[in-house]
């Protein structure tokens, strides 16, 4: 199974800063059809997941536009560009690219 | 709008059968473009892919291979849900046990399953 690394596991944030997670896989999420199957997702506390970003770089309805996905090959970052008090919680990252799918561990953001 | 809801018991004996039920509103458990997932979260496991049912002029099953051999998902059409059997359940199935659909945007609410006598 392709192992999803995420780094840090805690990330100390400023409101109205900036923050980035990284999340590397062991294998190239690179499809044969020239898509990667890299998504994110936020869960607040006793909440369920909520995806944010999907195929690495597309914003789910309803996200707001300071959340962004990037990367290629094994290494993306989800970035956050003014953290706000809402965006507390843990995130995850996901590949859809090989099966099984699988997720990273999280990593929890707290003001 | 696609909703998710689960519905079943949260504790379980050991050696037991764990039984999850998800009932789809807004989508048919027999599209035949859509899939429909088991997914269970511990702090040992993490968020952890169980298996999923979808139906492409037959219906299909893929499982985990950490819990192939005890698992059995299985679509009702009458009742628009798909639904989660575990057998032979440890206190390691100790989880918060969604379901979701194929794309993993839209997600069940959780069950905590605890598994003790």
């Known amino acids: 199974d392709v192992v999803m690394t995420q780094s840090p596991l805690s990330l100390p944030v400023t409101l109205g800063r900036p923050a980035s997670i990284s999340c590397m896989s062991s294998?190239?999420?690179?499809?044969?059809?020239?898509?990667?199957?890299l998504n994110w997702f936020q869960q607040r506390p006793g909440q369920s997941p909520r995806r944010l970003i999907y195929m690495l770089s597309n914003r789910d309805s309803g996200v707001p536009d300071r959340f962004s996905g990037s990367g290629s090959g094994t290494d993306f970052t989800l970035r956050i560009n003014r953290v706000e008090a809402e965006d507390v919680g843990v995130y995850y990252c996901m590949q859809g690219t090989h099966w099984p799918p699988t997720f990273g561990g999280g990593t929890k953001v707290e003001i | 709008q696609v909703q998710l809801q689960q519905s079943g018991p949260g504790l379980v004996k050991p050696s037991q059968t764990l039984s999850l039920a998800c009932d789809i509103s807004?989508?048919?458990?027999?599209?035949?473009?859509?899939?429909w997932n088991w997914i269970r979260q511990s702090p040992s496991r993490g968020l952890e892919w169980l298996g999923r049912?979808?139906?492409?002029?037959?219906?299909?099953?893929d499982y985990a291979v950490s819990v192939k051999g005890r698992i059995m998902i299985n679509a009702d059409t009458s009742k628009n849900q798909f639904s989660l059997q575990l057998n032979s359940v440890t206190p390691e199935d100790t989880a918060v046990y969604y379901c979701?659909?194929?794309?993993?945007?839209?997600w069940g609410q959780g069950t905590m399953v605890t598994v003790s006598s």
């Open positions: 049912t979808y139906y492409r002029s037959r219906w299909n099953t």
């Open positions: 294998q190239s999420l690179v499809f044969s059809d020239g898509n990667t199957y």
């Open positions: 807004g989508d048919s458990v027999s599209s035949n473009s859509a899939a």
């Open positions: 979701g659909n194929d794309g993993f945007d839209i």
